[in-house]
């Protein structure tokens, strides 16, 4: 499954030899970076070096929530960036590349998840969970919590973890991609091959799980 980009890295930058009159890509915003990629057939090696650079982490991040057991993630990552590579030319709004990246690393987890034949528990969340107005939010709270604070969140996490190992498959893996890859319910039923019912319904089924089984806790 591996392959290797065009170029390498390191390549890359012992190969720049003459400096160019434009303005370095390291100096460019994520919109004129994506367009000086798209301006040739294939992105400028430069420019699509520092693209990488950027969003590495990104895409690590994405993988390790929906595959933190697979030893072979690195291989993933690697894929994702040749699929953009290849890819990039098409995309016709540089300021939703975030959005569309997600949606390659996830669609290649879907293609090896495929391949497999089999399941593997795709959840691991970096945040505590709160619940409000029946939504999730994935996000630490803004201002510093004291010591019973902490201890508290610690303690939510480790239920909230348990809970979510709990849900179905199709459930875990469905509100992984809502609440924390926040794509639409028509992007999911895409990459899951589900009816837009069944998305919405996997989702509203694993809020309720999760609610349920946290309340007790919330109540305490």
């Not at 994405?62 to 595959?67: D, G, I, P, Q, R």
């Not at 029946?134 to 939510?156: N, V």
Request: neutral net charge; hydrophobic residues 35%.
């Amino acid at each position: 499954m591996t392959q290797s980009l065009p170029f390498s890295i390191s390549a890359v930058r012992s190969a720049i030899g003459v400096s160019r009159s434009v303005v370095p890509p390291s100096r460019l915003d994520d919109d004129a970076l994506i367009r000086r990629c798209q301006e040739n057939a294939e992105p400028e090696k430069t420019a699509f070096t520092e693209l990488l650079r950027r969003y590495q982490s990104h895409v690590d991040k994405v993988l390790y929530h929906l595959a933190p057991d697979w030893g072979d993630r690195s291989d993933l990552a690697q894929e994702v960036w040749i699929r953009v590579y290849r890819n990039l030319c098409r995309l016709k709004e540089p300021a939703k590349f975030k959005g569309w990246l997600s949606r390659i690393a996830t669609n290649l987890f879907y293609d090896e998840l495929r391949k497999r034949k089999r399941m593997r528990s795709p959840l691991s969340l970096d945040a505590p969970y709160k619940v409000g107005d029946g939504e999730l939010d994935w996000d630490l709270p803004a201002d510093g919590p004291g010591p019973d604070e902490e201890l508290s969140t610690r303690e939510f996490y480790d239920r909230l973890r348990m809970a979510i190992a709990e849900l179905p498959e199709v459930f875990r893996t469905t509100i992984i991609l809502r609440e924390i890859e926040g794509l639409s319910y028509e992007e999911i039923a895409e990459m899951t091959k589900a009816s837009l019912g069944t998305v919405k319904s996997r989702i509203a089924r694993a809020r309720t799980r999760l609610q349920e089984q946290l309340q007790p806790y919330l109540d305490s």
